[in-house]
């Protein structure tokens, strides 16, 4: 098992600690890439010339966690995540409707959330977030939910359904060893999630028992807006032109104290800066966020350069808000995101939580927007 830490890493503590070990690394090797010689407490200038590349790693001040996470011992990737819809397998009833059926099991794991940094999560099929699960308005959906865990776990699905279906003690919250099928009809269409609902639920939530849970449209029964929802559809010719994105923002309270050291989306800290997200300039972008970051009221997503349409919950066809750069969610408030850089130059556009804390601590990334996307 991976050693913690051997120092404290509050919040701002953390931080001054992962801006010295940069600055150690940094001497031990010279003078590094996109550094300048300028002096303390002054930012590298930007690349120039015809051929020059802008280092990414060194925006927003360099404020970036140190070195990288071994995703293949962690189970997943967060650049892979981004793009993994959980489809189920489907078969139909005997009345003819679609039945469409998860198989999701929870189990403890330890996972690095940042270079050397181990969690203790408690997860849904060895990852954080768990699977995004995907269905379409209308269809039959079956989950078959066995807890490998040590501690007493269940599935609360932000949707409608039954009483009996509800993920809370005496309705689908069960011992480890045990199984439960959860079973209900896909409604209403948007982005949801969904999470352990076992108590302390501050504790089951930040330990890492949560997901995505995205319904579709079904264009047949939104005739008026059938366009609309032919491309929120997964599978459809018209879904196919956007480049879609799940996000879940979350963080980490390392030291177990009610506060968090790290921020992330999709759990991993930096893991977009270090990594820009490739988009094509053509294509329209649309992203399903959605917030779980427990201890702190609120989390944010901010685009830069860039302004986006925003439709909260997922719910509607329409958007809630137009033209904004700027969206909050409470803890469990989620909705989605399209915009589009085809009045763009290619580039890197940031993209983060517009609370500085939570950038300078993980939260922050770059898209790499290019005239293709190979």
């Keep these: ?18 801006l010295l070990a940069a600055g150690g690394a940094a ?3 010279g003078r590094a890439a996109g550094q300048s010689s300028h002096g303390a407490g002054h930012q590298a200038p930007p690349a120039s010339g015809a051929n020059a590349k802008p280092d990414h790693r060194s925006a927003h001040g360099a404020m970036i966690t140190v070195g990288d996470v071994d995703n293949a011992r962690n189970g997943f990737d967060p650049t892979a995540m981004l793009t993994e819809w959980y489809t189920g397998t489907v078969s139909t009833m005997p009345d003819g409707r679609k039945l469409r059926t998860f198989e999701v099991t ?3 794991k330890e996972i690095e959330i940042a270079p050397g940094v181990m969690f203790p999560a408690w997860t849904f099929n060895g990852r954080v977030p768990g699977p995004a699960l995907r269905a379409m308005e209308g269809e039959r959906l079956r989950i078959v939910f066995r807890n490998n865990g040590s501690h007493p776990h269940s599935m609360h699905f932000h949707g409608i359904h039954a009483a009996r279906m509800d993920g809370v003690p005496g309705a689908g919250l069960i011992n480890p060893g045990d199984e439960f099928v959860y079973e209900f009809e896909a409604k209403p269409f948007g982005c949801h999630l969904y999470h352990c609902h076992a108590l302390p639920l501050a504790r089951h939530i930040h330990k890492g028992m949560y997901g995505l849970f995205v319904i579709d449209p079904d264009p047949e029964r939104h005739p008026d807006q059938a366009d609309v929802a032919r491309s929120r559809l997964l599978g459809s010719p018209e879904n196919a032109e956007w480049q879609e994105m799940a996000m879940v923002m979350n963080a980490f309270d390392t030291s177990f104290d009610g506060e968090n050291e790290f ?8 893991c977009y800066a270090k990594k820009p997200i490739k988009l094509a300039r053509d294509r329209p972008v649309r992203i399903y966020l959605v917030n779980v970051t427990e201890f702190d009221p609120i989390n944010s997503f901010h ?3 860039n302004f986006f349409d925003y439709y909260d919950q997922g719910t509607t066809l329409t958007p809630t808000l137009k033209t904004v750069d700027l969206i909050t969610q409470c803890q469990a408030q989620r909705g989605i995101l399209e915009f589009t850089f085809k009045d763009h130059e290619p580039g890197l556009y940031m993209f983060h939580a517009h609370q500085s804390e939570f950038t300078e601590l993980g939260w922050m990334g770059m898209f790499d927007v290019v005239e293709a996307v190979s």
């Design 1 to 18: 098992m991976r050693q913690w830490l051997s120092f404290n890493p509050a919040r701002r503590g953390f931080l001054g600690a992962g």
């Design 27 to 29: 001497l031990s090797a």
């Design 106 to 108: 929870a189990e403890d």
């Design 263 to 270: 921020y992330a989306c999709n759990t991993i800290a930096h």
């Design 303 to 305: 685009l830069h350069a």
